[in-house]
Protein backbone atom coordinates (compact mmCIF):
# COMPACT_ATOMS: atom_id res chain seq x y z
CA UNK A 1 0.00 0.00 0.00
CA UNK A 2 0.98 3.53 -0.82
CA UNK A 3 -0.27 6.44 0.67
CA UNK A 4 0.38 10.32 0.66
CA UNK A 5 -0.60 12.71 3.19
CA UNK A 6 -0.70 16.57 3.73
CA UNK A 7 -1.67 19.00 6.45
CA UNK A 8 -4.28 21.91 5.46
CA UNK A 9 -2.97 25.46 4.08
CA UNK A 10 0.26 26.52 4.23
CA UNK A 11 3.01 28.18 6.79
CA UNK A 12 2.17 31.59 5.10
CA UNK A 13 -1.50 30.68 4.66
CA UNK A 14 -2.80 29.88 7.64
CA UNK A 15 -6.43 27.92 8.17
CA UNK A 16 -8.66 28.14 11.52
CA UNK A 17 -7.21 29.30 14.86
CA UNK A 18 -9.10 29.18 18.27
CA UNK A 19 -7.75 27.53 20.68
CA UNK A 20 -5.79 25.59 18.84
CA UNK A 21 -4.24 26.76 15.59
CA UNK A 22 -5.01 24.61 12.45
CA UNK A 23 -1.44 24.61 10.38
CA UNK A 24 0.19 23.82 13.43
CA UNK A 25 -2.02 20.89 14.94
CA UNK A 26 -2.56 19.05 11.30
CA UNK A 27 1.30 19.38 11.00
CA UNK A 28 1.61 17.58 14.06
CA UNK A 29 -0.96 14.87 13.59
CA UNK A 30 0.36 14.60 9.46
CA UNK A 31 4.09 13.57 11.19
CA UNK A 32 3.18 11.61 13.67
CA UNK A 33 0.20 9.60 11.65
CA UNK A 34 3.60 8.97 9.26
CA UNK A 35 5.38 7.78 11.67
CA UNK A 36 3.00 5.42 12.78
CA UNK A 37 2.50 3.95 9.14
CA UNK A 38 6.05 3.67 8.76
CA UNK A 39 6.24 1.69 11.80
CA UNK A 40 3.50 -0.46 9.92
CA UNK A 41 5.62 -1.18 6.35
CA UNK A 42 3.61 1.27 5.31
CA UNK A 43 4.82 3.33 2.22
CA UNK A 44 3.52 6.78 3.15
CA UNK A 45 4.53 10.18 1.74
CA UNK A 46 4.11 13.29 3.57
CA UNK A 47 3.95 17.12 2.62
CA UNK A 48 3.50 20.96 4.49
CA UNK A 49 3.52 23.40 2.26
CA UNK A 50 5.98 26.01 3.30
CA UNK A 51 5.99 27.96 0.33
CA UNK A 52 2.41 29.32 -0.95
CA UNK A 53 0.86 33.04 -0.44
CA UNK A 54 -2.06 32.94 -1.54
CA UNK A 55 -4.77 30.26 -1.35
CA UNK A 56 -5.38 29.81 -4.41
CA UNK A 57 -1.40 28.82 -4.79
CA UNK A 58 -1.46 26.50 -1.79
CA UNK A 59 -4.48 24.32 -2.96
CA UNK A 60 -2.80 23.92 -6.07
CA UNK A 61 0.10 23.19 -4.26
CA UNK A 62 -0.93 20.59 -2.21
CA UNK A 63 -2.40 18.64 -5.40
CA UNK A 64 0.41 18.69 -7.73
CA UNK A 65 2.40 17.46 -5.18
CA UNK A 66 -0.10 14.18 -4.37
CA UNK A 67 -0.61 14.10 -7.88
CA UNK A 68 3.20 14.19 -8.83
CA UNK A 69 3.83 11.01 -6.56
CA UNK A 70 3.03 8.80 -9.34
CA UNK A 71 0.44 6.09 -8.86
CA UNK A 72 -0.87 5.19 -5.29
CA UNK A 73 -3.54 4.33 -3.39
CA UNK A 74 -4.98 6.95 -1.04
CA UNK A 75 -4.61 10.83 -0.40
CA UNK A 76 -5.38 11.99 2.71
CA UNK A 77 -5.53 16.00 4.06
CA UNK A 78 -5.96 16.50 7.09
CA UNK A 79 -7.70 20.04 8.68
CA UNK A 80 -9.27 21.42 11.51
CA UNK A 81 -12.77 22.50 11.55
CA UNK A 82 -14.23 25.85 13.15
CA UNK A 83 -17.28 27.56 13.67
CA UNK A 84 -17.71 29.49 16.76
CA UNK A 85 -15.89 29.95 20.15
CA UNK A 86 -18.00 27.06 22.51
CA UNK A 87 -17.20 25.00 25.81
CA UNK A 88 -20.02 22.46 23.82
CA UNK A 89 -18.26 19.20 22.23
CA UNK A 90 -18.26 19.70 18.59
CA UNK A 91 -16.89 16.52 17.04
CA UNK A 92 -15.12 14.85 14.24
CA UNK A 93 -16.10 14.25 10.71
CA UNK A 94 -14.17 12.86 7.65
CA UNK A 95 -15.63 14.73 3.69
CA UNK A 96 -15.50 12.37 0.99
CA UNK A 97 -16.11 12.58 -2.67
CA UNK A 98 -16.24 8.98 -3.34
CA UNK A 99 -15.53 6.84 -0.59
CA UNK A 100 -18.46 7.34 1.95
CA UNK A 101 -17.10 4.02 3.69
CA UNK A 102 -13.63 5.02 4.48
CA UNK A 103 -14.97 7.93 5.36
CA UNK A 104 -17.59 6.90 7.64
CA UNK A 105 -15.01 4.38 9.08
CA UNK A 106 -12.33 7.05 9.93
CA UNK A 107 -14.64 9.72 11.56
CA UNK A 108 -16.21 6.68 13.57
CA UNK A 109 -13.09 5.44 14.49
CA UNK A 110 -11.61 8.73 15.54
CA UNK A 111 -15.07 9.33 18.02
CA UNK A 112 -14.44 5.53 19.47
CA UNK A 113 -10.96 6.01 20.51
CA UNK A 114 -10.99 9.39 21.87
CA UNK A 115 -14.82 10.72 22.86
CA UNK A 116 -15.06 13.18 20.54
CA UNK A 117 -18.83 13.40 18.70
CA UNK A 118 -18.64 11.52 15.57
CA UNK A 119 -20.66 13.93 13.29
CA UNK A 120 -20.17 10.83 10.05
CA UNK A 121 -19.06 11.31 7.14
CA UNK A 122 -20.09 14.53 4.85
CA UNK A 123 -20.10 14.45 1.16
CA UNK A 124 -18.56 17.16 -0.80
CA UNK A 125 -18.32 18.06 -4.07
CA UNK A 126 -17.46 21.61 -4.11
CA UNK A 127 -13.42 21.18 -2.65
CA UNK A 128 -10.62 21.38 -4.82
CA UNK A 129 -8.76 18.70 -3.33
CA UNK A 130 -11.36 15.70 -3.16
CA UNK A 131 -12.03 17.50 -6.68
CA UNK A 132 -8.58 16.83 -8.50
CA UNK A 133 -6.43 14.57 -6.70
CA UNK A 134 -5.74 11.84 -9.45
CA UNK A 135 -6.38 9.02 -6.80
CA UNK A 136 -9.02 8.60 -4.37
CA UNK A 137 -9.02 11.09 -1.08
CA UNK A 138 -10.72 12.08 2.04
CA UNK A 139 -10.68 15.18 3.83
CA UNK A 140 -9.97 14.82 7.80
CA UNK A 141 -11.65 17.47 10.16
CA UNK A 142 -10.62 16.13 13.38
CA UNK A 143 -11.80 18.38 15.43
CA UNK A 144 -13.01 22.19 16.03
CA UNK A 145 -10.81 24.14 16.80
CA UNK A 146 -12.60 26.80 19.07
CA UNK A 147 -14.33 24.30 21.16
CA UNK A 148 -13.20 24.08 24.50
CA UNK A 149 -14.31 20.25 25.23
CA UNK A 150 -12.91 19.43 21.40
CA UNK A 151 -9.62 20.69 22.33
CA UNK A 152 -9.47 19.02 25.87
CA UNK A 153 -10.49 15.95 24.22
CA UNK A 154 -8.26 16.13 21.36
CA UNK A 155 -4.98 17.36 23.71
CA UNK A 156 -5.49 14.34 25.71
CA UNK A 157 -6.05 11.57 23.23
CA UNK A 158 -3.83 12.73 20.55
CA UNK A 159 -2.20 9.09 20.12
CA UNK A 160 -5.28 7.14 20.00
CA UNK A 161 -6.44 9.65 17.22
CA UNK A 162 -3.54 9.05 15.08
CA UNK A 163 -2.92 6.01 15.81
CA UNK A 164 -7.24 5.42 14.52
CA UNK A 165 -6.22 7.55 11.29
CA UNK A 166 -3.21 5.11 10.64
CA UNK A 167 -4.76 2.18 11.71
CA UNK A 168 -8.21 2.80 9.28
CA UNK A 169 -6.63 3.84 6.32
CA UNK A 170 -3.79 1.97 6.20
CA UNK A 171 -6.24 -1.11 6.88
CA UNK A 172 -3.57 -2.93 9.40
CA UNK A 173 -6.27 -2.15 12.46
CA UNK A 174 -9.53 -1.13 13.60
CA UNK A 175 -9.44 0.01 17.54
CA UNK A 176 -12.38 -1.94 19.21
CA UNK A 177 -15.07 0.70 20.63
CA UNK A 178 -14.93 1.18 24.08
CA UNK A 179 -17.30 -1.77 26.73
CA UNK A 180 -20.36 -0.45 27.54
CA UNK A 181 -20.51 -0.42 31.71
CA UNK A 182 -23.99 0.92 32.01
CA UNK A 183 -26.84 0.48 29.46
CA UNK A 184 -30.34 2.17 31.15
CA UNK A 185 -34.17 2.53 29.95
CA UNK A 186 -37.16 4.19 31.80
CA UNK A 187 -38.47 7.34 32.43
CA UNK A 188 -36.70 10.88 32.93
CA UNK A 189 -36.65 14.57 34.83
CA UNK A 190 -34.52 17.32 34.67
CA UNK A 191 -32.46 18.75 37.48
CA UNK A 192 -29.95 20.82 38.42
CA UNK A 193 -29.42 25.06 38.00
CA UNK A 194 -30.51 28.22 39.84
CA UNK A 195 -34.12 27.30 39.15
CA UNK A 196 -34.26 23.58 40.49
CA UNK A 197 -35.73 24.20 44.14
CA UNK A 198 -36.06 20.64 44.54
CA UNK A 199 -32.30 20.71 45.80
CA UNK A 200 -31.43 22.48 48.52
CA UNK A 201 -29.06 25.76 48.18
CA UNK A 202 -26.04 24.21 49.57
CA UNK A 203 -26.72 21.11 48.01
CA UNK A 204 -23.55 19.61 46.51
CA UNK A 205 -22.87 17.12 43.42
CA UNK A 206 -21.80 13.20 44.02
CA UNK A 207 -18.21 13.04 42.12
CA UNK A 208 -17.67 16.79 41.14
CA UNK A 209 -16.77 18.94 44.17
CA UNK A 210 -15.53 22.02 42.85
CA UNK A 211 -15.84 24.41 39.76
CA UNK A 212 -12.60 23.23 38.72
CA UNK A 213 -13.68 20.09 38.68
CA UNK A 214 -15.79 20.91 35.70
CA UNK A 215 -15.88 24.40 34.50
CA UNK A 216 -17.35 23.38 31.24
CA UNK A 217 -20.30 23.21 33.25
CA UNK A 218 -21.02 25.28 35.60
CA UNK A 219 -22.45 29.42 35.59
CA UNK A 220 -19.44 31.42 36.10
CA UNK A 221 -20.76 32.93 39.47
CA UNK A 222 -22.52 31.16 42.44
CA UNK A 223 -26.29 32.12 41.71
CA UNK A 224 -27.82 34.45 44.97
CA UNK A 225 -28.74 32.59 48.09
CA UNK A 226 -26.82 29.63 46.75
CA UNK A 227 -23.40 27.64 48.00
CA UNK A 228 -24.00 24.77 46.34
CA UNK A 229 -22.73 23.34 43.41
CA UNK A 230 -25.94 21.94 42.04
CA UNK A 231 -27.97 24.76 42.07
CA UNK A 232 -24.11 26.27 39.76
CA UNK A 233 -24.84 24.27 37.27
CA UNK A 234 -25.25 25.61 33.93
CA UNK A 235 -28.59 24.37 33.36
CA UNK A 236 -30.01 25.61 30.39
CA UNK A 237 -26.67 25.62 28.23
CA UNK A 238 -24.86 22.12 28.90
CA UNK A 239 -25.32 18.74 28.71
CA UNK A 240 -25.73 16.45 31.66
CA UNK A 241 -27.01 13.49 32.78
CA UNK A 242 -27.55 11.89 36.55
CA UNK A 243 -27.93 8.19 36.89
CA UNK A 244 -27.20 5.54 39.64
CA UNK A 245 -24.04 4.77 38.85
CA UNK A 246 -22.64 1.80 40.18
CA UNK A 247 -18.65 3.14 41.13
CA UNK A 248 -17.69 -0.34 41.33
CA UNK A 249 -17.86 0.02 37.94
CA UNK A 250 -18.08 3.35 37.23
CA UNK A 251 -15.39 4.49 39.40
CA UNK A 252 -15.63 8.48 40.44
CA UNK A 253 -12.64 9.37 38.73
CA UNK A 254 -13.89 8.30 35.26
CA UNK A 255 -17.15 9.89 35.66
CA UNK A 256 -15.49 12.89 36.88
CA UNK A 257 -13.46 12.49 33.53
CA UNK A 258 -14.45 14.86 30.73
CA UNK A 259 -13.05 13.05 27.95
CA UNK A 260 -15.71 9.80 29.13
CA UNK A 261 -19.55 10.95 27.97
CA UNK A 262 -22.65 9.20 28.03
CA UNK A 263 -25.05 9.03 25.10
CA UNK A 264 -28.82 9.98 26.07
CA UNK A 265 -31.18 8.70 23.27
CA UNK A 266 -34.85 9.57 23.10
CA UNK A 267 -37.24 6.37 23.15
CA UNK A 268 -39.64 8.66 21.23
CA UNK A 269 -38.17 10.10 18.51
CA UNK A 270 -34.52 8.39 18.28
CA UNK A 271 -32.90 11.81 18.98
CA UNK A 272 -29.65 11.34 20.89
CA UNK A 273 -26.63 13.67 22.45
CA UNK A 274 -23.63 13.13 24.42
CA UNK A 275 -23.92 14.31 27.78
CA UNK A 276 -21.64 14.59 30.69
CA UNK A 277 -22.07 12.54 34.04
CA UNK A 278 -22.68 15.11 36.95
CA UNK A 279 -24.53 13.29 39.87
CA UNK A 280 -25.78 10.11 41.38
CA UNK A 281 -29.48 9.77 40.94
CA UNK A 282 -32.44 9.99 40.55
CA UNK A 283 -33.31 7.94 43.82
CA UNK A 284 -35.15 4.84 43.10
CA UNK A 285 -38.56 5.68 44.86
CA UNK A 286 -39.20 8.20 41.57
CA UNK A 287 -39.75 5.41 39.17
CA UNK A 288 -37.11 6.89 37.24
CA UNK A 289 -33.96 5.84 35.65
CA UNK A 290 -31.99 9.54 34.66
CA UNK A 291 -32.29 13.44 35.70
CA UNK A 292 -30.97 15.54 32.86
CA UNK A 293 -30.72 19.18 32.43
CA UNK A 294 -33.00 21.34 30.91
CA UNK A 295 -30.62 21.83 27.57
CA UNK A 296 -30.55 18.27 27.34
CA UNK A 297 -34.30 17.90 27.55
CA UNK A 298 -35.18 20.30 24.90
CA UNK A 299 -32.43 19.09 22.59
CA UNK A 300 -33.76 15.97 22.87
CA UNK A 301 -37.70 17.48 22.66
CA UNK A 302 -38.24 15.43 26.11
CA UNK A 303 -40.94 16.10 28.78
CA UNK A 304 -40.83 15.30 32.35
CA UNK A 305 -41.56 11.26 32.05
CA UNK A 306 -40.87 10.47 28.56
CA UNK A 307 -38.43 7.29 28.53
CA UNK A 308 -34.93 7.30 27.48
CA UNK A 309 -31.85 5.19 26.96
CA UNK A 310 -28.79 6.08 28.57
CA UNK A 311 -25.35 4.60 27.81
CA UNK A 312 -22.21 4.93 29.45
CA UNK A 313 -19.23 5.08 27.98
CA UNK A 314 -20.54 4.88 24.15
CA UNK A 315 -19.62 7.33 21.23
CA UNK A 316 -22.67 7.21 18.64
CA UNK A 317 -22.88 9.28 15.90
CA UNK A 318 -24.73 12.87 16.88
CA UNK A 319 -28.23 13.19 15.21
Known amino acids: MRIVISSGHALKVRGASGILDE ?13 QLQSLN ?10 STTQEENLERIVDFHNAQGPHDLDV ?11 SPMGTECLYLTQVELADKVSSTIAAVSG ?25 EICFVDSVADANIYNA ?22 RVLLNVSGHCSWFGGPEDTGVAPDEGLAFLYEVDDAPHLFLNEQPPGTTGLARRLNAD ?3 YVACRWDYAITPKTMLADPHQLAVVRSKRTGREAFAWPSDWGPHEDTGRV ?17 E ?10 QI
Open 290 to 306: ADLSPYLMEKLELETDD
Open 42 to 51: VDVISYHDNV
Open 157 to 178: TFDRICWAIAGIISGHQAPELP
Open 23 to 35: VNEARKIVDRVTE
Open 77 to 87: SVHLNSYTETA
Open 116 to 140: LIDRGPKLRDDLYFLNNTNEIAILL
Open 237 to 239: HRP
Open 308 to 317: VEVIYPRRFR
